[in-house]
């Protein structure tokens, strides 16, 4: 790659597919900012990830994910902590981390403002979090890491063969929730030993997951700090009538929900494998830490 060029990530998959045809516009829209653009080849996540290293390696004026939170993931990898522009143009059907940053939503208008801050104002410096396990291994998130329920959930579903599409999400939850039980967590905040027996937790750097569930509805990502939500045990009936809450943020109001701030988090649980911005993370225990200001977002 050509250095200076934008290098775009794009997900013609994200949201099943219905921005597929904007992409030439999104195209369009990040030249004007006097560079040229190179959509990044990649048929896989893994060589989606190399390819996005290579190109802030070979000295790209800016990275673009044009996908959903996935593909953001993927993206951060490359940019985290590193002297490059970090794009967003949300293409997927959640767009959590695009929605916590500021990002405009109509993937045009976020296209413009990427070309507006490269040509102009220049980046927004904006904290990321930084999961560590036993491999220590680094993966960034952008959005909320989730180790409890959910997190069981996602990794059913994604040993689930059948059904396709959303139907295999809600068979997963449905199988789970038959079977949902407490975990004894080891979770210190700070230095300080907060374990517990429960059924949620989050780790949050911004507010929502899932496609706007405000999980951590205070989480700011540019305050240093991370968002922790925790649930004591819950049974089916009280996550039934507590999970419309989540799209308001109203559930931190309940008197089995705690919620901490914090710079560093040190998790476990046996047999939980997190997930964060819908992605496959690995097995707790995990080490997560807050590091201001490790992106520079173009907005």
């Avoid at 993927?74 to 949300?90: S, T």
């Avoid at 994604?158 to 449905?174: K, Q, T, V």
């Avoid at 700070?190 to 059924?199: A, C, I, M, N, S």
């Amino acid at each position: 790659m050509t250095s200076g060029d934008i290098a775009v990530l794009a997900n013609p998959r994200a949201g099943r597919g219905r921005h597929r045809g904007l992409l030439s516009g999104v195209v369009q829209r990040l030249e004007s900012a006097g560079h040229p653009v190179r959509l990044l080849a990649a048929t896989g996540a893994e060589e989606a990830e190399k390819a996005c290293h290579r190109a802030v390696a070979e000295g790209c004026a800016a990275l673009v994910a044009a996908g959903g939170d996935g593909t953001v993931h993927l993206a951060l990898q490359a940019a985290a902590e590193r002297p490059v522009g970090f794009g967003v143009v949300p293409m997927g059907t959640g767009n959590d981390f695009a929605a916590g940053v500021g990002v405009s939503l109509d993937p045009l208008a976020a296209a413009s403002g990427i070309a507006a801050a490269l040509a102009g104002a220049g980046p927004v410096p904006i904290d990321l979090a930084r999961a560590v396990g036993t491999d220590e291994e680094a993966r960034w998130f952008g959005a909320v890491l989730a180790a409890g329920f959910d997190a069981i959930v996602n990794e059913r579903a994604n040993r689930m063969r059948w059904p396709r599409g959303p139907r295999r999400y809600d068979l997963a939850i449905f199988l789970e929730m038959v079977r949902v039980r407490p975990r004894l967590y080891a979770l210190e905040i700070d230095g300080v030993d907060l374990g517990f027996e429960g059924t949620l937790v989050a780790v949050g750097n911004c507010p929502s997951y899932g496609g706007g569930l405000r999980i951590v509805p205070a989480a700011d990502p540019a305050d240093g700090l991370l968002d922790v939500l925790t649930a004591l045990p819950l049974s089916r009936s009280a996550m039934t009538r507590l999970k419309p809450r989540l799209r308001r943020g109203t559930h931190v109001t309940d008197r089995r929900v705690r919620t901490f701030r914090a710079k560093q988090v040190r998790l476990h649980s046996d047999g939980i494998v997190a997930y964060a911005d819908g992605e496959r993370i690995g097995p707790l225990p995990l080490e997560i830490t807050c590091v201001p200001g490790a992106l520079r977002l173009l907005r």
